[in-house]
């Protein structure tokens, strides 16, 4: 299966990979037989040892999350994958969804099987009309094969994987606000506790995976959690699909271990920036994390060193910008974003992430004062912490990031009157 | 019941589990600030102003969505709640037009008063405000889209007590806003109390809107008396004015908790009905004139007298009414089966269907003491007749007088013609009512009572429960309260003898005459009443 040294890609690039036939033939299926020989509480200690943690950007560790769902089995329960992926800068997923649709719904059986749930939702997002039509069309496979549906690989096992089509909204990737979205309610984060473990979809023990996440249990089923934990730096384990944008020269979703270097990453996968330009900044793992300057990224793509430098790991996914990037207009078009994709429920980031993009704007216009960047930061710090859900942090997070990082550059655009790189329209 | 231990402020508190910290708060006399959260609504946390420290967490939480735990130590009053409270006083206010001065909510709006507490006495927000036009929505709400915070509570109460999504959220982020639904108005009968319950002016009662502030009125409370549940309910008075300006919800959880329907809300337009009667009068032939109580009373008293003894008691009806207090309908037994040896007397009853609501009924019984009349024995004595015969025995002529205490349509005594021309052969037809109605318009004494805000009374509700409904005020005209016309005509008829001061001496001698109320007197009902005698089954005396 590793053809190409890859894991979680080693099939992504042959003709019909998206198909049973071609899965089943570099092996799969082939780890949930081996799961469903096993028990539950066997298959969550190995997970747990594996030292998989959650890609959806909190970086949760995975057997644990399980390990949380209580073994009584008064109610149903759920596993949710979730494939909303809408952050900007976010594409890993959907490479997943549309050339290995088997590896995620194996992935998703296999978490199904250690939980105890009967039904799994595949929640993709509703651009990814197409995607979801292979994940349709591979569930239809699978079923007609008894691997989806009653008594899988005649095990007694049954599990039925149902896909729904989220509206358009970031905020239903919020583990929560997509239960509420199931139900059919709006898309809205519930307060926690109770976490979704205990209290759930339709108010059964849930558990929300990250699509990602669950393409990396059939491998640690079938190669052993010693060899999942041997990738990577200790505590940020296992491979990793980087989905890289911006000023490189070849953008696209690569797959590499956890760990690996961010110049590396833009280098020699990426290519480098396009005519030879320098690095200004790179938002390392999707727009809710905060900003790395060009001179900062030598550094380990994984949750905890990027943590330690003040960032954030998110989706393992940068986003490069080269020194013509306007960081104030980075920073409003970051804002503009979160103010957009907020659900108005609660009042911090309701108000906050609408405040601060205008403040944005009045800074990229020339129309800014210096109190306006005390302002702007000072907005930051009253949404973070106090909203329901991670959405405010993941506003307010990046436009710090920005105007501390690039304050010069803020300043400047207020000094100046103006964009000194020549933004400052709508255009 | 589990309780749980901890600490507020440094305050021991034990409470039941499952406890806010909001509720818990409030019993140690710690104030925690809301504005989403209701104690009769579910718990949203979405506006974030009662964001509390517990004492080894990393991150504040929302007082209101936080359940008390053994030992906890909640801290509301360190810097970091008071930074976190501010931030959200300032991102409510960014967008708020500030309006106060032309604000209905002026004066009992939680939005001014916290900003006044804890708010920022300066805006740093320099852009353009969002602006919403007004809009009716229906159910008599205004809606002011430009003073919401988003609370919920409106949509909350439609959906959860009133069972209806006529009012939901709309579009997301800052344009998120409260709305109908498709051009749908709001219809549920419920909706009065989101006016009520609204932190701010945003969606105010067309009934009180610019009629007056509130701080010119005294807020008295009192029970409806619009139907058998007898809501708990305050009586916004202007005294300048001399004038009842609105009723609200008075929270009474054996009875209404938190909520009044509509139709109670707005009874305090009858107390002002321009058509009120606010004279006796005397009809003589077709002749209708003002007259005095020093006339009317004597001459009832003596035709009454003289028709009983002529035709005998049997020659006499009473029609009562479950609009009468307590009091009123032990007078009106003691004075006419007691003492005038009446057998006919009963209370009218017309119920109508109720109106059930997942968690509000409006009872079907449209009078507030239905129950206490017949607790009290308004009711047919040995071969007595109940209304209808009575109607009939008017129509045959084997009753001469009737004595109407209310009057009402024709409709309920039953075909209205029939019922025209049996009213027409009396000889006597006496009504106490504070509206005219055709049964007063061919009465030969009209005697206006009052309505149940210028009387003192007790009313025993459905269920049973006797509660206290205060005089607000006395409207100006030569109205008198109903117990004195009654105690009056008691007197000139020699059967009532009592020089009573008021309801509550007379609320004891019922008490001390009916085992129903044995144990009960005005300190034992309190604000919020108390049920009849346990044991009791209401078995009327007589
Ligand atoms: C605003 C917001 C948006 C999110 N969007 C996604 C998403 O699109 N995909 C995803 O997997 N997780 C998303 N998450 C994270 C999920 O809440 C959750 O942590 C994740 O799905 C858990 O899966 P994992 O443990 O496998 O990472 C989002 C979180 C927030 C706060
Ligand atoms: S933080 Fe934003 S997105 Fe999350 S619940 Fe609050 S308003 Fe909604
Ligand atoms: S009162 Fe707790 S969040 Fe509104």
């Keep these: ?427 | 019941m589990a309780v749980v231990k901890l600490q507020v402020d440094g305050r021991e508190v034990v409470v039941e589990k499952g406890t806010n910290l909001i509720e818990a708060g409030k019993k140690v006399g710690v104030f925690v600030p809301s504005f989403c959260y209701h104690p009769g609504l579910p718990v949203v946390g979405v506006c974030r102003i009662c964001l509390c420290e517990i004492e080894g967490r990393p991150k504040l939480v929302a007082g209101c969505a936080t359940p008390v735990e053994e030992g906890m130590k909640v801290i509301t009053q360190s810097a970091n709640v008071r930074e976190a409270r501010k931030a959200v006083m300032e991102f409510l206010l960014i967008h708020h037009p500030l309006d106060c001065p032309m604000c209905d909510k002026g004066g009992e709006c939680t939005l001014q008063d916290y900003t006044m507490m804890m708010g920022p006495a300066h805006t740093r927000f320099t852009f353009e405000k969002q602006t919403w036009p007004e809009e009716d929505v229906g159910g008599k709400l205004i809606l002011n889209k430009n003073r919401c915070i988003l609370c919920l509570r409106c949509v909350n109460l439609c959906k959860t007590v009133a069972g209806q999504d006529e009012i939901a959220v709309l579009s997301r982020g800052e344009e998120t806003y409260i709305g109908t639904v498709a051009g749908r108005k709001i219809e549920n009968e419920m909706a009065g109390n989101i006016a009520d319950i609204c932190p701010v002016g945003a969606l105010t009662s067309k009934d009180f809107r610019f009629r007056s502030r509130p701080w010119e009125l005294k807020p008295v409370g009192s029970v409806c008396t619009l139907c058998s549940k007898g809501c708990n309910t305050k009586v916004w008075y202007h005294p300048r004015r001399n004038e009842v300006v609105r009723i609200t919800a008075r929270e009474n959880m054996d009875v209404n908790q938190w909520w009044i329907c509509d139709r109670g809300r707005g009874a305090f337009w009858g107390i002002h009905d321009p058509n009120r009667l606010l004279q006796p009068t005397r009809r003589q032939g077709d002749a209708t004139a003002p007259t005095t109580w020093g006339q009317a009373i004597p001459a009832i008293a003596e035709s009454l007298r003289a028709i009983v003894e002529r035709h005998g008691p049997s020659a006499v009806g009473v029609v009562a009414s479950g609009e009468l207090t307590n009091e009123e309908c032990y007078l009106a037994r003691s004075i006419f089966r007691d003492g005038l040896g009446l057998a006919n007397v009963d209370v009218v009853e017309r119920p109508q269907p109720p109106v059930v609501y997942p968690k509000f009924t409006i009872e079907g019984d449209r009078n507030p003491n239905t129950r206490g009349a017949r607790a009290i024995g308004l009711a047919p004595g040995p071969r007595g007749l109940g209304v209808a015969d009575m109607i009939r025995a008017a129509a045959e002529g084997s009753i001469h007088a009737l004595v109407f205490l209310r009057g009402g349509p024709l409709e309920q005594f039953g075909d209205p013609q029939a019922v025209a021309r049996a009213l027409g052969r009396l000889e006597l037809l006496v009504v106490m009512d504070p509206m005219p109605s055709p049964v007063s318009g061919r009465a030969h004494w009209v005697l206006p009572g009052v309505s149940f805000a210028e009387r003192e009374g007790t009313y025993t509700n459905s269920q049973g429960r006797v509660q206290r409904a205060p005089r607000v005020f006395t409207l100006r005209g030569d109205t008198r309260e109903d117990w004195r016309i009654l105690q009056d005509l008691g007197r000139s008829l020699g059967v009532w003898m009592h020089v009573d001061a008021g309801p509550q001496q007379i609320f004891q001698r019922l008490a001390a005459a009916n085992p129903a109320f044995a144990g009960l007197d005005y300190t034992v009902l309190g604000d919020l009443g108390a049920p009849l005698a346990a044991a009791s089954a209401d078995v009327a005396v007589g």
């Design chain 1, 1 to 427: 299966m590793e053809s190409n040294g890859h894991v979680l890609m080693a099939t992504t690039g042959l003709p019909g990979s998206h198909t049973l036939a071609v899965y089943r033939k570099h092996g799969g299926y082939e780890a949930l037989a081996i799961a469903l020989s096993k028990t539950p509480d066997e298959i969550i200690d190995t997970v747990k040892r594996s030292g998989l943690r959650g890609r959806g950007g909190a970086g949760f560790p995975t057997g644990t999350k399980w390990g949380f769902v209580p073994k009584s089995n008064d109610k149903p329960k759920y596993l949710c994958v979730n494939a909303d992926e809408s952050e900007p800068g976010a594409f890993k997923d959907r490479l997943l969804l549309a050339k290995d649709p088997h590896q995620v719904i194996e992935g998703t059986l296999i978490g199904a099987f250690a939980i105890g749930a009967r039904r799994a939702y595949i929640y993709i997002r509703g651009e990814f009309a197409h995607e979801a039509s292979i994940v349709q069309a591979a569930i239809d496979e699978a079923r007609a094969a008894g691997l989806v549906g009653k008594n899988i690989l005649k095990s007694g096992f049954e599990c039925e994987v149902v896909i729904y089509l989220g509206a358009g909204a970031y905020i239903c990737g919020e583990e929560t606000a997509l239960i509420e979205s199931i139900e059919g309610q709006r898309g809205e984060p519930r307060l926690k506790p109770p976490f979704p473990a205990v209290v759930g979809l339709f108010g059964c023990p849930t558990v929300v995976n990250n699509v990602e996440t669950l393409a990396c249990v059939p491998h640690i089923m079938k190669r052993g959690w010693e060899w999942f934990a041997g990738i990577g730096p200790e505590r940020n384990t296992g491979p990793k699909l980087y989905g890289l944008s911006g000023h490189v020269n070849r953008p696209g979703v690569y797959e590499a271990p956890m760990g690996i270097s961010l110049r590396t990453l833009i280098d020699e996968y990426g290519g480098g920036v396009p005519g030879g330009r320098p690095v200004k900044g790179v938002i390392p793992g999707g727009a809710s994390c905060p900003v790395l300057r060009g001179d900062e990224i030598d550094i380990s793509m994984d949750f905890d060193s990027l943590t330690r430098a003040g960032s954030l790991f998110g989706t393992g996914t940068p986003v490069v910008m080269d020194d013509t990037t306007c960081m104030v207009r980075a920073a409003w078009i970051t804002a503009r974003f979160f103010a957009h994709e907020s659900c108005g429920q609660c009042t911090p980031c309701r108000e906050g992430c609408g405040w601060m993009q205008r403040i944005l704007w009045k800074i990229e216009t020339g129309r800014g004062e210096e109190r306006d960047l005390d302002i702007l930061l000072s907005v930051t710090d009253q949404i973070e912490g106090n909203t329901i859900c991670a959405l405010g942090d993941a506003a307010a997070w990046p436009t710090r990031g920005f105007a501390k990082k690039f304050r010069d550059e803020f300043l400047q655009h207020i000094r100046e009157k103006r964009c000194p790189l020549g933004g400052g329209s709508l255009h």
